[in-house]
């Protein structure tokens, strides 16, 4: 089954340094038919002007996990870390016992980014943050992983998060087509461009939700960006 959630659709707040677009219930958006999907429970499609940001705030037990579609945002936070995180790249934090960071644009353009929360499946634990820079590459027979919490993947180039949970991403060119299996619910975005999924088509800003189904076609009517976030449906959440 698969749930399409228009971006014209989604909640919506324009802050001038931000305009901002949620996918579920979050700040000046309150919807209590969307406060999550599992162990998903926030997804916002930001554009960040340049200059501006997120000034140092608090997070605590909670996945944070940022993919940058178009500029860079720049990390620093109260362990000590600190790095630019550029378009087409993943950085992730674990909020654990509490960690106080800041999230800025410093660069000449506007920065669009999805920002997206996921619940743990252990409160408490050390916080951290990481990045990593990703082949710009289209893609080939399958959508590469970015993020996982599964010991199995750990041998392969991608970050870690608290949860049984997947995040892929990747460029599909015009015309290309691949099938993707599921291990569990999914969330679809589409970065850039339009897909058809199953049948259905979904174009820039989008969003899908998809349960019930162990695999989905995905193919591209034009190049398309997508990133599909694969979570538990909530057997395993610490609220």
Known sequence: MITHYPYKKLGHHDYNWLDARYHFSFSEYQNPDRIDFGALRVINDDIIKAGAGFDTHPHKDMEIITYVRKGAITHRDSKGNSGRTEAGDVQVMSAGTGIYHSEFNLESEDTNLFQIWIYPREKSVEPRWDSRRFPKEKA?????????????????????????????????????????????????????GKIDIDGLVLTKGDGAEITQQESITLKALETSEVVIIEVPSGSNIRN
């Not at 991608?158 to 995040?167: C, G, N, P, T």
């Open 140 to 192: 080939g027979k399958s959508l590469p992983l970015l993020v996982s919490g599964f010991d199995e993947d750990q041998a392969g180039d991608v970050l870690y998060i608290h949860q049984d949970a997947r995040i892929y991403g990747g460029t599909l060119k015009a015309g290309q087509e691949i099938n993707h299996a599921l291990a569990d619910q999914a969330y679809l975005l589409i970065s850039e």
